[in-house]
């Protein structure tokens, strides 16, 4: 079992559709993030979550919902989304961002928006 | 903010040496990050520089040059296996240690 997993690994949806995307890890970490990846760009950090409470939000729309219920589950909860959202949303996780670590990341949740 | 650039794609036979260049602008510095990423997988962790010079870790090499705002990743005996996304990250001192990415140079290893 891999440290931190993604599901689904890959998603289609419509603009008018509600979905979510849902991370674990199982590395006793206590921070962890959202990140989206496009091609040709570099990674963009959205959001981070330290012992459950958010504490950076990367001016990331509303559409994009976050959710953290406890240290080893993180949402991406999905709403009305634009076809340029379509990308590979990666979920990572670290010991915490107030000190340096390197990233664990999960393999990501392909999103197709139509 | 943050300037990172790194050559978009590379190209190199097996066997062969490769160095990927990284070079940074930021305003405060703690440390430099190299990740490995595979297509259709997740980035991977190789390195990690915060004083200058080399660090050596098996056909992997990372140097820092903090005073030049530089990086390379050194590629030795290069695999087939070698061709993948290798993505530099500067992480910024004072407040919040989450590292910044650059968008990757992708890696094509031949035979």
């Known amino acids: 079992e891999t440290g931190v997993t993604q599901t689904p690994r890959h998603l289609v949806m419509g603009m008018t559709n509600k979905k979510s995307l849902k991370c674990e890890q199982h590395?006793?970490?206590?921070?962890m993030y959202w990140y989206k990846q496009s091609a040709k760009k570099p990674l963009e950090l959205m959001f981070v979550?330290?012992?459950?409470?958010?504490?950076e939000n990367n001016s990331v729309p509303s559409r994009f919902s976050p959710e953290c219920p406890n240290s080893s589950h993180l949402f991406l909860h999905l709403h009305t989304l634009q076809p340029e959202d379509s990308a590979l949303y990666l979920c990572?996780?670290?010991?915490?961002?107030?000190?340096?670590?390197?990233?664990?990341f999960g393999e990501g949740s392909r999103l197709t928006v139509l | 903010g943050q300037n990172i650039d790194q050559p978009t794609e590379m190209t190199a036979t097996e066997g062969a040496i490769v160095q990927i260049n990284c070079t940074y602008q930021?305003?405060?510095?703690?440390?430099l990050f190299w990740y490995q990423q595979h297509a259709g997988e997740a980035p991977t962790f190789l390195s990690y520089?915060?004083?200058?010079g080399l660090e050596e870790k098996g056909r992997f090499s990372s140097f820092l040059s903090r005073s030049k705002g530089y990086s390379y990743l050194l590629l030795k005996e290069l695999q087939m296996k070698d061709s993948a996304s290798y993505l530099c990250?500067?992480?910024?001192?004072?407040?919040?240690?989450?590292?910044?990415f650059g968008r990757g140079t992708s890696l094509i290893v031949h035979p």
């Open positions: 990572a996780s670290s010991t915490s961002p107030d000190v340096t670590g390197e990233l664990f």
């Open positions: 590395l006793g970490h206590n921070a």
């Open positions: 979550y330290n012992f459950k409470e958010q504490t």
């Open positions: 930021t305003s405060g510095f703690n440390g």
């Open positions: 520089n915060v004083l200058d």
């Open positions: 990250a500067v992480s910024r001192s004072g407040g919040s240690y989450i590292p910044t």
